[in-house]
Each structure stands twice: as structure tokens, then as C-alpha cells.
């Protein structure tokens, strides 16, 4: 079971079926282009998820039940490039205990999906279209505070926008970053405590 994230109330940084898009329906994107959403080729995330032993699928995780299983970390990720979600897609479905339920492309699609689905992580973009991620996740975490968020882009810490340590999330990501070791570090210790100097 995976360990249930703190609920002190503070503020803190950094198997695998159909998904639904925001209309419902299946997404049956190959996780293959997850080796290719960097400008350069094969990403560093990709390379550590399939060779890393310790970033593997687990095989427990491989046949997951349609049914809705109260133990499961319920995951949406939030993107505006295909490419990173299904990178996003296949580290989520190498985590034991997380189950990725729905995919968005847009603040606005990500705000909407909330209200019917209730996730308890996203993964979030920074920089999409007219509702960028670092607004649509001020919205969720007012309407919804116990839904955990990590903000991701290629931004660097120190050149965040300023607004991204005061809209709610949990913490921040490079998507190089991005593995499923990461991932469950975050959820069990309630985020990365290095977030908290950005977001005071």
C-alpha cells in the first residue's frame, strides 16, 4: 500500500489501461514516443526509467482491475505535448499503488476533469494556453485543497515565474526529473522541502 501523504496542512516543493481524455474518451497513445518529447532526442527521464532496475515496472502493477481500488493513488497529468504525456504516462504506470485515470491538455480541461474525477495527484505544466498550469492549479487547490500538485517544465528553479510558489502546489519538477522514484518520494513525504524557499 502506498503510504498516505501528511495531512499537516503545509505547503512544501522539489497496470497500465485506456485513460480518458476530457471528453471521455479512450487514449490509446503508444507509450513509445515517451523516448522522444525532448528537443534532444531520447530523454534523461526516459533513459533512467528503462534502464535504472530500480525504476522498472513492477509486474504486480502490469494487470491493473477496471473496478476503482480505494488504495490506488489516483494520477491526472496535465500537458499541452502528446509526446510528455505519454512519457508521463509510462513512469506513472511503473509505480506500484498509482494509477493515471485521465490526461489534459489545458488549464481549462484540467480545471473541468477535477470537478468530475477528484484525483489526488497531478502532474502539472507550467506553461500551456490561455490557462496556464501555474492558474489552473491556484483554482483546483482553492476549490479542492488536498489534491497534490507538482508543477513540471523545463524552467530551472531560479527561473520559475514568480507566481508558481504561491498558487498551491505541492512542488516542482524538472521533466528530466521525472521518474517514478521521484514521484512516490514527493507523494510520501508530502513534497520536497527545498520548495518551501521559493514559495515564501
Known amino acids: 500500500m502506498v503510504a498516505p501523504r501528511p495531512s499537516n496542512g503545509t505547503t512544501t516543493t ?8 476530457s471528453e471521455g474518451g479512450a487514449d490509446n497513445t503508444s507509450i513509445e ?3 522522444r518529447f525532448s528537443i534532444d532526442g531520447r530523454s534523461a527521464m526516459m533513459d533512467r526509467v528503462m534502464k535504472d532496475p530500480a525504476e522498472r515496472l513492477d509486474a504486480s502493477v502490469v494487470a491493473k482491475s477496471t473496478d476503482p481500488t ?14 510528455f504525456r505519454a ?7 511503473r509505480i506500484q499503488g498509482f494509477e493515471l485515470v485521465a490526461e489534459a491538455k489545458s488549464g481549462e480541461e484540467a480545471v473541468e ?4 474525477i477528484r484525483p489526488a495527484f497531478i502532474l502539472m505544466d507550467i506553461n500551456m494556453g490561455e490557462m496556464d498550469g501555474i492558474d489552473a492549479t491556484r483554482r483546483i487547490t482553492t476549490a479542492y485543497p488536498d489534491t497534490f500538485v ?3 517544465s523545463t524552467y530551472t528553479a531560479n527561473d520559475l515565474p514568480h507566481a508558481a510558489g504561491s498558487c498551491g502546489a505541492a512542488a516542482y519538477l524538472n ?12 507523494w510520501e513525504a508530502g513534497g520536497d522541502p527545498a520548495w518551501r524557499g521559493v514559495s515564501t
Do not use: M, W
Open 70 to 83: 480505494p488504495d490506488l493513488v489516483r494520477v491526472l497529468v496535465v500537458d499541452d505535448q502528446l509526446p
Open 14 to 21: 522539489t497496470g497500465f489501461r485506456p485513460l480518458q481524455n
Open 87 to 93: 512519457a508521463a504516462r509510462a513512469v506513472i504506470s
Open 150 to 152: 507538482v508543477l513540471v
Open 33 to 35: 514516443v515517451a523516448a
Open 175 to 186: 521533466k528530466d526529473e521525472l521518474s517514478p522514484r521521484v514521484i512516490r518520494t514527493l
Open 113 to 116: 476533469l477535477v470537478d468530475r
